[in-house]
C-alpha cells in the first residue's frame, strides 16, 4: 500500500534540506556523514517533469495565454501555479540550474554550451561535484529517464567517440531518448538512444512530440520487468515551443484566422485575463514596444497574413505538444500512479525573438542578412511543413511575456519570468491554487529531493559534492504566505544583468537585439530601478529616485558575480572570435588534413572537418555489397543547408543545398560496381561575388579515373543550423539528399578516409 506523505512531513524535509545546504555552504563542506540507501520499496512518489522550450508566460492558457494548452490546464487545477518564478535567460543556462540545484554559472555553463569560453563560469564542463538531481533520486531507489533536448554539453563531446560523462546517462539517468543540440527538426530529429544515433521511427505522420510521448509510456511501463513499484524520476524536455515551429496540418488548421488581431491586441486580451485571475496586481500596465517593433496596424495586409500564420503555427506546435503530454498523464492515471506523482512543467526562459523583426522561413538564416517579409511569403503555405525550419517574427515574442518587458536573451522580466506548475494530488492538498513567492530555477532540484524525503547525496561517482545553492519551495505547497526563495537573486547573460531583492529588480538594458550575434559593447550601461511588486512590467525606472537602494543592490549583485564565477562578463561575439580561434589552431594542428579509419557519427560542426567552408580533396576506400544502393560517403546539414557525398542509386553524387532547401548536384552517369575501389571529390572553391553564390570546381574519381566534372556557382552556406551534425556512412535527421532514409545502413565497408584543405580555396570559417 503506498505511503502517504503529509504536508508537514514535506515542509520538515524541505526545512530540514534547506538548512543543511545552508549550513554546508557556511562551512564550505559537504555534510559528513552518508545517508542510508533508501529501499524502493517505500513507494515514494514519482516525479514527472515536463521542460518546455522558449514558452512565455502569457503563452500557455491557465496563465491567460491564447494558445490552448488543457492538459497543463488539468495540472494547473490538480495544484499550484507560481506567478513570480524566474529562470535564467537562457536554454543550456537554464537546464544546468534546474538539474543540478545550482546557479548557472557555478556549474560553469553561464551561457549557451555552444558558446563555451575558457573560464570557470562558462567552459560547459559541469563539476563532478555538482550532482544531477537525478543521480541524487538515483541513489534514492528512483529509476530515472531523460527524453528530449540534451543541450548543456560541451562541443568535443557531441560525438559517438565520448566521452559521455556529460550525456544525460553520465549525470544520473539510467536512460536517454532524445537530441544532442538546441533544437531538432521535428520531422526528421536527430536522434540519440542512451549514447547510441538511430533513425526515427518509419511511421505516417511522425512528429517528435508524439514519439517523445510513446517512448515515455514505454519507459514508465518498462519498470514492470523489475519492480514495477520503484519509483521514476521523468525528464520530458520536449523541442516545443523552440523553433523550428512544427505541427501537424490539422492541428495548424485549428488557430485559422485566431491571431489576426495581431500582437498589439493580444497583449491587451491577455493583461486584462491575467488581471482576472489574479496572477497580476490591478492596475498592471504594459511594458513599452522595442524601438524598433512595429505597430500591428502599421503592417500592409500580406504582412499580417504572413505574422498570422507565423503564430498559428508556434499555437498548434505547443497545443500538440500539450496533447502528446495529455498522453503521458493519462497513462499515469489508467496505471493508477497519477495521484503519487509529482507533476512539475515549466520553461527554460522566455519567449523567443530570435526570429527578429520578420521572422525565419529557416532558423539557420539567423547569422546572414535579415530575412524580409518578401523573402518569408514565399513559404507562408507550408510555415511548419517538413521542408521549412521556422521561427516567428518577434512581436509574437513580446506579446507571448505580456505584460513584461523584453524577451529570451534578456535579463528583464520576459526573459526570466516564467509558468511553474506544480501538483502532487496525494501530497498538496491545494487544488487550482495561486503562489506569488518569488522562487528561482536553481529551487527545482532541491524542491524535488525534499518532497521525495531523499537527502543530497555526500558522493556522486565517488566524488565528493558541493551543496546545492537553491532553496527548497516545499512550504510554498501547503500556505500562500510561507516564505519562497529568500535573499537577493543575481542573473546575467553576454552584458544583460540583473539582481531581484525583496520585490524589486536592478537591471540592465546592454544586448536585447537577440537575433543579432555581432553585438559588441561596453559594460557601462546604468543600472534601472523597477518596483515588481507594483509594476512588472517594468515602465517606470526608479534609479534616479532610489539612488542609495541601487548601489545597494548593485553591490551585493558584484558580490554575487565574484561568488558564482560570473566575471569576466562578455560579449556573445566574443564567443565567435573565441570559437574562430579554436578552429584556427585545431586546423594548423592537423596541418590542414582530417583521416577517419572508418564510420563515424554526430561529430558536432565545431569539431567537425570544415566541408561547410573550405575546399577539399577527398579520399576514401569502398567495399560494396551490392549495386545500385543510395547511401552517404559523408554528410553534413540536411535538406535546408547542408553539403552530402552519396551513392545515388550507385552513382557517386555530390548534393549541395542552401537554406531555402534548393540543390545543386554533380553526379557520375554510370553506377559503381560491386566490389574493392577508391573513390575521391575534388572541390574547389572560388570566392563569393555580391549575391553569396561562390563559383565551384568540381570533379568525381573512381579507380583514379573521373567520372564527373562540373563548374558551377551556389550559394552554399557558412551555417546550416544548431542541430546539424557531420556523418560518415550515414546522414542522421533530414537527409541531405532527397529520398535517402535516414538510417539506412551502407551497403557494404567505408574505409580510409581522408580530407586535405590545403591550397583548394575557402577561409575555413566555422560558426557556432
Same mark, same amino acid.
Given at each position: 500500500?503506498?505511503?502517504?506523505?503529509?504536508?508537514?512531513?514535506?515542509?520538515?524535509?524541505?526545512? $530540514?534540506?534547506?538548512?543543511?545546504?545552508?549550513?554546508?555552504?557556511?562551512?564550505?563542506?559537504?555534510?559528513?556523514?552518508?545517508?542510508?540507501?533508501?529501499?524502493?520499496?517505500?513507494?515514494?512518489?514519482?516525479?514527472?517533469?515536463?521542460?518546455?522550450?522558449?514558452?512565455?508566460?502569457?503563452?500557455?492558457?491557465?496563465?491567460?495565454?491564447?494558445?490552448?494548452?488543457?492538459?497543463?490546464?488539468?495540472?494547473?487545477?490538480?495544484?499550484?501555479?507560481?506567478?513570480?518564478?524566474?529562470?535564467?535567460?537562457?536554454?543550456?543556462?537554464?537546464?544546468?540550474?534546474?538539474?543540478?540545484?545550482?546557479?548557472?554559472?557555478?556549474?560553469?555553463?553561464?551561457?549557451?554550451?555552444?558558446?563555451?569560453?575558457?573560464?570557470?563560469?562558462?567552459?560547459?564542463?559541469?563539476?563532478?561535484?555538482?550532482?544531477?538531481?537525478?543521480? /541524487?533520486?538515483?541513489?534514492?531507489?528512483?529509476?530515472?529517464?531523460?527524453?528530449?533536448?540534451?543541450?548543456?554539453?560541451? /562541443?568535443?563531446?557531441?560525438?559517438?567517440?565520448?566521452?559521455?560523462?556529460?550525456?544525460?546517462?553520465?549525470?544520473?539517468?539510467?536512460?536517454?531518448?532524445?537530441?544532442?543540440?538546441?533544437?531538432?527538426? /521535428?520531422?526528421?530529429?536527430?536522434?540519440?538512444?542512451?549514447?547510441?544515433?538511430?533513425?526515427?521511427?518509419?511511421?505516417?505522420?511522425?512528429?517528435?512530440?508524439?514519439?517523445?510521448?510513446?517512448?515515455?509510456?514505454?519507459?514508465?511501463?518498462?519498470?514492470?520487468?523489475?519492480?514495477?513499484?520503484?519509483?521514476?524520476?521523468?525528464?520530458?524536455?520536449?523541442?516545443?515551443?523552440?523553433?523550428?515551429?512544427?505541427?501537424?496540418?490539422?492541428?495548424?488548421?485549428?488557430?485559422?484566422?485566431?491571431?489576426?488581431?495581431?500582437?498589439?491586441?493580444?497583449?491587451?486580451?491577455?493583461?486584462?485575463?491575467?488581471?482576472?485571475?489574479?496572477?497580476?496586481?490591478?492596475?498592471?500596465?504594459?511594458?513599452?514596444?522595442?524601438?524598433?517593433?512595429?505597430?500591428?496596424?502599421?503592417?500592409?495586409?500580406?504582412?499580417?497574413?504572413?505574422?498570422?500564420?507565423?503564430?498559428?503555427?508556434?499555437?498548434?506546435?505547443?497545443?500538440?505538444?500539450?496533447?502528446?503530454?495529455?498522453?503521458?498523464?493519462?497513462?499515469?492515471?489508467?496505471?493508477?500512479?497519477?495521484?503519487?506523482?509529482?507533476?512539475?512543467?515549466?520553461?527554460?526562459?522566455?519567449?523567443?525573438?530570435?526570429?527578429?523583426?520578420?521572422?525565419?522561413? /529557416?532558423?539557420?538564416?539567423?547569422?546572414?542578412?535579415?530575412?524580409?517579409?518578401?523573402? *518569408?511569403?514565399?513559404?507562408?503555405?507550408?510555415?511548419?511543413?517538413?521542408?521549412?525550419?521556422?521561427?516567428?517574427?518577434?512581436?509574437?515574442?513580446?506579446?507571448?511575456?505580456?505584460?513584461?518587458?523584453?524577451?529570451?536573451?534578456?535579463?528583464?522580466?520576459?526573459?526570466?519570468?516564467?509558468?511553474?506548475?506544480?501538483?502532487?494530488?496525494?501530497?498538496?492538498?491545494?487544488?487550482?491554487?495561486?503562489?506569488?513567492?518569488?522562487?528561482?530555477?536553481?529551487?527545482?532540484?532541491?524542491?524535488?529531493?525534499?518532497?521525495?524525503?531523499?537527502?543530497?547525496?555526500?558522493?556522486?561517482?565517488?566524488?565528493?559534492?558541493?551543496?546545492?545553492?537553491?532553496?527548497?519551495?516545499?512550504?510554498?505547497?501547503?500556505?500562500?504566505?510561507?516564505?519562497?526563495?529568500?535573499?537577493?537573486?543575481?542573473?546575467?547573460?553576454?552584458?544583460?544583468?540583473?539582481?531581484?531583492?525583496?520585490?524589486?529588480?536592478?537591471?540592465?538594458?546592454?544586448?536585447?537585439?537577440?537575433?543579432?550575434?555581432?553585438?559588441?559593447?561596453?559594460?557601462?550601461?546604468?543600472?534601472?530601478?523597477?518596483?515588481?511588486?507594483?509594476?512588472?512590467?517594468?515602465?517606470?525606472?526608479?534609479?534616479?529616485?532610489?539612488?542609495?537602494?541601487?548601489?545597494?543592490?548593485?553591490?551585493?549583485?558584484?558580490?554575487?558575480?565574484?561568488?558564482?564565477?560570473?566575471?569576466?562578463?562578455?560579449?556573445?561575439?566574443?564567443?565567435?572570435?573565441?570559437?574562430?580561434?579554436?578552429?584556427?589552431?585545431?586546423?594548423?594542428?592537423?596541418?590542414?588534413?582530417?583521416?577517419?579509419?572508418?564510420?563515424?557519427?554526430?561529430?558536432?560542426?565545431?569539431?567537425?572537418?570544415?566541408?561547410?567552408?573550405?575546399?577539399?580533396?577527398?579520399?576514401?576506400?569502398?567495399?560494396?555489397?551490392?549495386?545500385?544502393?543510395?547511401?552517404?560517403?559523408?554528410?553534413?546539414?540536411?535538406?535546408?543547408?547542408?553539403?552530402?557525398?552519396?551513392?545515388?542509386?550507385?552513382?557517386?553524387?555530390?548534393? $549541395?543545398?542552401?537554406?531555402?532547401?534548393?540543390?545543386?548536384?554533380?553526379?557520375?552517369?554510370?553506377?559503381?560496381?560491386?566490389?574493392?575501389?577508391?573513390?575521391?571529390?575534388?572541390?574547389?572553391?572560388?570566392?563569393?561575388?555580391?549575391?553569396?553564390?561562390?563559383?565551384?570546381?568540381?570533379?568525381?574519381?573512381?579507380?583514379?579515373?573521373?567520372?564527373?566534372?562540373?563548374?558551377?556557382?551556389?550559394?552554399?552556406?557558412?551555417?546550416?543550423?544548431?542541430?546539424?551534425?557531420?556523418?560518415?556512412?550515414?546522414?542522421?535527421?533530414?537527409?541531405?539528399?532527397?529520398?535517402?532514409?535516414?538510417?539506412?545502413?551502407?551497403?557494404?565497408?567505408?574505409?580510409?578516409? *581522408?580530407?586535405?584543405?590545403?591550397?583548394?580555396?575557402?577561409?575555413?570559417?566555422?560558426?557556432?
Amino acid at each position: 500500500m503506498a505511503v502517504r506523505c503529509t504536508i508537514a512531513a514535506i515542509v520538515l524535509a524541505g526545512t $530540514m534540506l534547506s538548512s543543511g545546504v545552508a549550513s554546508a555552504q557556511q562551512q564550505g563542506a559537504a555534510p559528513a556523514a552518508a545517508p542510508a540507501r533508501v529501499p524502493a520499496r517505500e513507494q515514494r512518489p514519482n516525479v514527472l517533469v515536463w521542460l518546455m522550450d522558449d514558452v512565455g508566460f502569457a503563452q500557455v492558457s491557465s496563465y491567460g495565454g491564447l494558445v490552448q494548452t488543457p492538459n497543463i490546464d488539468r495540472v494547473a487545477a490538480m495544484g499550484l501555479r507560481y506567478s513570480n518564478y524566474h529562470t535564467a535567460p537562457i536554454c543550456s543556462a537554464s537546464r544546468a540550474a534546474l538539474l543540478t540545484g545550482r546557479m548557472p554559472h557555478s556549474v560553469h555553463i553561464g551561457g549557451h554550451a555552444t558558446a563555451a569560453r575558457d573560464f570557470p563560469g562558462y567552459d560547459a564542463h559541469i563539476p563532478a561535484g555538482a550532482g544531477t538531481v537525478a543521480a /541524487n533520486l538515483h541513489a534514492g531507489g528512483y529509476v530515472t529517464y531523460a527524453l528530449g533536448k540534451w543541450d548543456h554539453l560541451p /562541443n568535443a563531446d557531441v560525438s559517438t567517440a565520448g566521452p559521455f560523462n556529460y550525456w544525460a546517462t553520465g549525470q544520473g539517468f539510467d536512460r536517454f531518448y532524445g537530441f544532442l543540440s538546441a533544437d531538432t527538426d /521535428n520531422w526528421e530529429p536527430q536522434l540519440v538512444r542512451d549514447v547510441t544515433p538511430i533513425g526515427r521511427q518509419q511511421v505516417p505522420g511522425y512528429h517528435l512530440s508524439a514519439d517523445m510521448a510513446d517512448q515515455a509510456i514505454a519507459m514508465i511501463r518498462s519498470r514492470g520487468a523489475a519492480d514495477p513499484q520503484r519509483p521514476f524520476f521523468m525528464y520530458w524536455a520536449t523541442g516545443a515551443a523552440h523553433a523550428p515551429h512544427h505541427a501537424p496540418a490539422d492541428w495548424i488548421a485549428r488557430y485559422k484566422g485566431k491571431f489576426d488581431q495581431g500582437w498589439d491586441s493580444m497583449r491587451e486580451t491577455i493583461l486584462r485575463e491575467q488581471i482576472r485571475k489574479g496572477l497580476m496586481p490591478k492596475g498592471t500596465r504594459l511594458a513599452q514596444l522595442p524601438d524598433t517593433m512595429p505597430r500591428w496596424d502599421s503592417l500592409s495586409a500580406d504582412d499580417k497574413q504572413l505574422y498570422a500564420r507565423q503564430m498559428e503555427v508556434f499555437a498548434a506546435s505547443l497545443s500538440y505538444a500539450d496533447a502528446q503530454f495529455g498522453r503521458v498523464l493519462d497513462a499515469l492515471e489508467a496505471s493508477g500512479e497519477l495521484a503519487n506523482t509529482i507533476v512539475v512543467i515549466t520553461s527554460d526562459n522566455g519567449a523567443s525573438a530570435e526570429g527578429g523583426p520578420s521572422g525565419l522561413y /529557416n532558423e539557420a538564416a539567423v547569422t546572414g542578412r535579415s530575412l524580409t517579409a518578401a523573402d *518569408n511569403r514565399a513559404f507562408i503555405d507550408r510555415w511548419g511543413a517538413p521542408g521549412t525550419y521556422p521561427h516567428y517574427a518577434y512581436g509574437w515574442a513580446v506579446a507571448g511575456n505580456t505584460p513584461f518587458r523584453y524577451y529570451k536573451q534578456t535579463t528583464h522580466e520576459g526573459g526570466t519570468r516564467v509558468p511553474l506548475v506544480i501538483a502532487w494530488p496525494q501530497g498538496i492538498a491545494a487544488r487550482g491554487e495561486l503562489r506569488n513567492q518569488f522562487a528561482h530555477v536553481s529551487d527545482i532540484a532541491p524542491t524535488l529531493l525534499a518532497a521525495a524525503g531523499v537527502p543530497l547525496a555526500p558522493t556522486v561517482n565517488d566524488v565528493p559534492q558541493i551543496p546545492m545553492e537553491g532553496q527548497s519551495l516545499t512550504a510554498t505547497f501547503a500556505s500562500p504566505e510561507a516564505p519562497g526563495h529568500g535573499g537577493p537573486q543575481y542573473v546575467e547573460l553576454y552584458g544583460n544583468k540583473g539582481l531581484w531583492q525583496d520585490g524589486w529588480q536592478i537591471v540592465t538594458s546592454h544586448r536585447y537585439r537577440t537575433w543579432d550575434w555581432q553585438t559588441a559593447k561596453t559594460f557601462d550601461e546604468p543600472w534601472e530601478l523597477y518596483d515588481l511588486s507594483r509594476n512588472p512590467g517594468q515602465t517606470t525606472n526608479l534609479a534616479a529616485k532610489y539612488p542609495e537602494r541601487v548601489s545597494a543592490m548593485a553591490a551585493e549583485f558584484n558580490a554575487q558575480a565574484q561568488r558564482y564565477n560570473v566575471y569576466p562578463i562578455h560579449n556573445l561575439s566574443d564567443t565567435a572570435a573565441e570559437s574562430a580561434r579554436r578552429a584556427a589552431d585545431d586546423f594548423a594542428r592537423r596541418g590542414g588534413k582530417w583521416h577517419y579509419a572508418g564510420p563515424t557519427s554526430n561529430l558536432a560542426s565545431m569539431i567537425a572537418p570544415p566541408v561547410n567552408t573550405r575546399g577539399f580533396a577527398m579520399t576514401a576506400k569502398l567495399d560494396l555489397a551490392a549495386a545500385g544502393a543510395t547511401a552517404p560517403i559523408f554528410s553534413m546539414g540536411g535538406r535546408m543547408g547542408g553539403i552530402g557525398f552519396y551513392l545515388s542509386d550507385g552513382r557517386p553524387t555530390l548534393v $549541395m543545398n542552401d537554406l531555402g532547401g534548393r540543390s545543386v548536384t554533380v553526379a557520375a552517369t554510370e553506377a559503381l560496381a560491386p566490389g574493392a575501389q577508391d573513390i575521391a571529390l575534388d572541390l574547389r572553391r572560388g570566392q563569393p561575388d555580391a549575391s553569396g553564390a561562390t563559383p565551384f570546381e568540381i570533379t568525381i574519381r573512381s579507380h583514379g579515373q573521373a567520372v564527373a566534372q562540373e563548374k558551377l556557382s551556389f550559394a552554399l552556406p557558412a551555417y546550416f543550423g544548431i542541430p546539424e551534425t557531420f556523418d560518415l556512412a550515414a546522414d542522421w535527421g533530414s537527409p541531405v539528399l532527397a529520398g535517402y532514409r535516414s538510417g539506412t545502413p551502407f551497403p557494404g565497408k567505408l574505409s580510409d578516409v *581522408n580530407f586535405d584543405f590545403n591550397g583548394w580555396g575557402g577561409d575555413g570559417l566555422r560558426i557556432h
